[in-house]
Structure formats: C-alpha cells, structure tokens
C-alpha cells in the first residue's frame, strides 16, 4: 500500500513547492535561499516572502525582545475615581489598561476602556473599579512568540503582564505587537494608499510613516534635510528629542512640527507634520 502523500494538484502551488522537494532544506537559512529562489521566478510576491521569512523568525523570537517595558507601561490604579482614570485613557487612546493597586509594582488585573460605558450618563451607576476588573494573564519573558501567539488565540486574550525570574512586573506584550512582527504594522485609522508614505491631510498638516527617508521627505517637501546621521524622519525626531519618544511628544525641525503619533519601546511608527509659517512651499502632490 502506498503511504505516501499526494502531490498537491494546484498548479500555483505544484511550481512553488517543487524547488522545496528537489532541495532537501537542511537548515532554516536554506530554506530562506529557497524561498528567495521563488520570488526570483515570480512564484510570490515580495509581500509574500517577508511574511514567509517573518513567519521563520518569529519561532525564534522571545517576549523580553518586542515586549513594552514596565517603564513604558500607561497604568491606572485600582483605587483612583472615574474623574481620574478617563483622562488617562483618552490621552493614551489604548482599549486595554493594566490595572495597579497599593503596590504600584504589582498589577492586580486588566481595565477595558468600553467597560467604562455604562458610568457615563446621568442615570449610571456610581463607579467602581472592582466591577469591571477582569483577571490579567501573565507569561514569562523567555517564553517564545510562537508560542505566545497560539495561546493568544486559544484563551482570545489581547494582552499579557509579562514578568521577570523574581515574578514582577517587567512590561506587557499584546497580540497586535506580535502579529506586526509577521505582517507589519497594523494601520488603523490612519490608511495609506499602497506605496505611499506622506499623506496630506490638510492645508498645512501631514502623516507620515516613520521610516519615510529623509530623501523621500525632502523630494516631498521641498527641504534639504541632511540624511548624514539618519536616514529616516523617525531616525530625525528621535535624534532632535534625545530619546525614544511616547505618543504625543513633538519637536521643531527646520519650520515643521513634528508630532508623534504612534511609537513603542523600539522606534517611531507614525508622525504628524504640521508645516509651520516660516517653512519653505511643499509639494501638495503625494508620494
């Protein structure tokens, strides 16, 4: 009786999986070159392959590497009134918040921003923390994204507390931060047309991607910004602050504002431009 499987019958999927059953892949950087083969001979497209090749580094990848660090962390505490906890959540604009109690070190349990609802109104109820608590997960640093991932999707959980060898409290890590290591950044309200990377959004006002070249935004604006020391805005703002920025720092370079909209423990995602008077005329077409 013949054991062995059948060779898959789609023709598109016959061609990219023939050079993986004449190579043998022996290691993981074989089957990297095979793949890169593929996209050579148009089997994939680029999108493809660095999902593919993402898909291969996450297994390798642990917690501590893309987890937000404690220090980063937007916390609300567990004893603080409504009049304080909604301004916090509107300035950071997350949905999940971990909750802190008289040990600010420890993290009694997890806040969802639209549990607040039903206090708003002047018929709500009055406020308590304690009723709308939900249980926080916890996991380990060294514990692989692979694997994180799974569970995630098992348990339908968003967020996890990650801890140290000691069971503190070292950061958090969400689903979405692990999904972007496989296919990117996650946009949300702020969609860019495929190719694109400055967005106009009024007379004087922008968004841009953070990894736009300071060629591209030069060719854009008009400028001459020098790309001597970085090669990206992103790399630019961070250089003017001094530090890795949080959501809503901004600075001023050569007659523009730059206002940062999206960033984590590791870069700039997203930025704002606002083109001050004394800027040189932009472009108003997009790239």
């Not at 967020?159 to 296919?183: N, P």
Request: proline share 4%.
């Amino acid at each position: 009786m013949n054991t062995s499987s059948k060779a898959p019958s789609t023709p598109w999927l016959r061609k990219l999986l023939a050079p993986l059953v004449k190579a043998h892949p022996e290691t993981r950087d074989d089957l990297v070159a095979i793949l890169r083969q593929a996209r050579s001979r148009h089997l994939m497209d680029g999108e493809a392959l660095s999902m593919m090749e993402a898909v291969l580094q996450v297994s390798e990848l642990r917690v501590r590497d893309i987890m937000i660090p404690r220090a980063r962390m937007v916390v609300v505490e567990r004893d603080k009134p409504m009049e304080e906890i909604l301004p916090v959540i509107v300035e950071s604009a997350h949905s999940r918040f971990p909750v802190i109690g008289d040990d600010r070190s420890e993290v009694v349990g997890i806040l969802l921003a639209k549990d607040l609802l039903q206090y708003c109104g002047p018929s709500a109820r009055s406020f308590n923390m304690r009723d709308v608590l939900r249980s926080a997960v916890f996991v380990p640093e060294s514990k692989r994204l692979n694997v994180l991932l799974k569970e995630f999707r098992v348990s339908r959980n968003h967020m996890a507390i990650v801890i140290d060898e000691y069971g503190g409290a070292a950061g958090l890590i969400t689903i979405e931060d692990v999904l972007e290591q496989i296919v990117g950044e996650i946009e949300d309200e702020y969609d860019f047309d495929e190719g694109a990377y400055i967005l106009k959004r009024g007379d004087d006002l922008y968004t841009a991607k953070a990894h736009t070249t300071i060629e591209d935004f030069n060719e854009f604006f008009h400028t001459d910004f020098d790309d001597q020391d970085y090669d990206t805005i992103g790399g630019m703002v961070v250089n003017a602050l001094g530090h890795m920025p949080k959501r809503g720092e901004s600075v001023e370079i050569g007659g523009f504002r730059f206002i940062v909209v999206r960033a984590d423990s590791r870069k700039v995602r997203l930025l704002n431009i606002e083109r001050l008077d004394d800027a040189a005329d932009v472009n108003d077409g997009e790239t």
